[in-house]
């Protein structure tokens, strides 16, 4: 069991940075894979990111490329988005999540097993 918790969301402006933490319980947190997903008003949850277990390649939406990083530290159970240039279009609820499912599957909300409740950033123009 896990138990997720993000924070630092808030209210920016076009063009500015935030970042998000996942705080996790339990001590098997460095065996699952962080994603991170987003949900804005009457739109599906949407794929941001994800930072694996294994130590493999981050992977990200296209829309966030090189804007987002996602990071991780094991030892305080805790993974980052760093969110960078951000734009009204990121306004949304985001949540971060854990599962163990293969490298295919990472990008597919329901193989998550483990959700945080959610965490508003909202981009003005």
């Known amino acids: 069991q896990v138990q997720l918790v993000e924070s630092g969301g808030g209210y920016v402006q076009a063009g500015e940075s935030l970042r998000l933490s996942c705080a996790g319980s339990?001590?098997?947190?460095?065996?699952?894979?962080m994603g991170w997903f987003r949900q804005a008003p009457g739109k599906e949850r949407e794929f941001v990111g994800v930072?694996?277990?294994?130590?493999?390649?981050?992977i990200y939406a296209d829309s966030v490329k090189d804007r987002f990083t996602i990071s991780r530290d094991n030892a305080k159970n805790t993974v980052y988005l760093q969110m960078n240039s951000l734009k009204p279009e990121d306004t949304a609820v985001y949540y971060c999540?854990?599962?163990?499912?293969?490298?295919?599957?990472?990008?597919?909300?329901?193989?998550?097993?483990?959700w945080g409740q959610g965490t508003q950033v909202t981009v003005s123009s």
């Open positions: 339990g001590r098997t947190f460095s065996t699952y894979n």
């Open positions: 999540a854990a599962g163990t499912q293969v490298l295919s599957a990472v990008r597919s909300s329901e193989m998550y097993a483990y």
């Open positions: 930072i694996r277990r294994n130590g493999g390649p981050t």
